[in-house]
């Protein structure tokens, strides 16, 4: 009787202090939680390593400062387009819950040019945008809020048009790029004609509600 007694006493006290090492422990590794600081952050955000690649870039001929001359088919006006220089930027998506000086998740590269005209009211601009894992940028012409997308590799054969006349000017290697947006009851999109050697050689903009039909056309393009 004694001897199951002691046993039981023994059992309890290494009960006891199993539950006490383990309390312990648990404390001791929170305290240490809390003490450890985290390593200082040293990702600005910026890609150590461009995305977009300089043979994609040489499928854009302007150079910064680039003049582009159109004509409006409707107004017969001729607005020139100065380039405002070429203008490469980062941005990015971020995690939530993590430190929000740092920058996590995934890249975003835009590398464009945006040219104006004192009278034409909005802004004609072309460029090159990364979009996290693609495997290339897509190139991206923008006039009147209208966007117009290629890949940089589908400007190669087979072209849309292997020549292409336009004023009595014969463009060779023209690409066709469309707008996202198309209409349902004509079934017809905004178009943009763009080759290498010239870049935007045409822009069609269908009547949407108030504004009418019309179509800028290159006259004269020149690097500075």
């Not at 422990?25 to 240490?32: A, F, G, R, S």
């Not at 995690?95 to 005209?117: I, M």
């Not at 198309?182 to 080759?195: A, G």
Request: proline letters at 5%.
């Amino acid at each position: 009787m004694i001897q199951k007694l002691l046993r039981k006493d023994i059992s309890m006290l290494i009960t006891s202090r199993g539950l006490f090492h383990i309390k312990f422990l648990l404390l001791l590794l929170i305290v240490l939680v809390g003490c450890v600081k985290e390593k200082p952050c040293t990702n600005d955000g910026k890609p150590s390593i461009s995305n977009i690649k300089e043979e994609d870039r040489l499928k854009i001929p302007y150079q910064s400062f680039a003049e582009l001359t159109f004509i409006d088919s409707i107004t017969l006006d001729t607005p020139v387009f100065y380039g405002q220089g070429w203008k490469q930027n980062y941005w990015h998506y971020f995690n939530q819950g993590r430190d929000p000086h740092c920058y996590y998740g995934t890249n975003f590269e835009l590398y464009r040019q945006s040219s104006v005209s004192p009278t034409y009211p909005n802004a004609v601009s072309v460029g090159l945008e990364f979009e996290g894992e693609s495997l290339s940028p897509d190139l991206i012409v923008s006039l009147n809020h209208l966007n117009y997308y290629t890949y940089p590799s589908a400007l190669r054969k087979p072209y849309n048009f292997d020549s292409l006349e336009i004023r009595d000017k014969l463009y060779k290697d023209v690409r066709l790029m469309e707008n996202d947006f198309q209409f349902t009851t004509t079934k017809r999109k905004h178009l943009c004609y763009y080759n290498i050697a010239e870049g935007i050689i045409k822009i069609q903009l269908i009547k949407v509600e108030n504004s009418p039909e019309t179509t800028l056309e290159l006259i004269n393009f020149k690097n500075p």
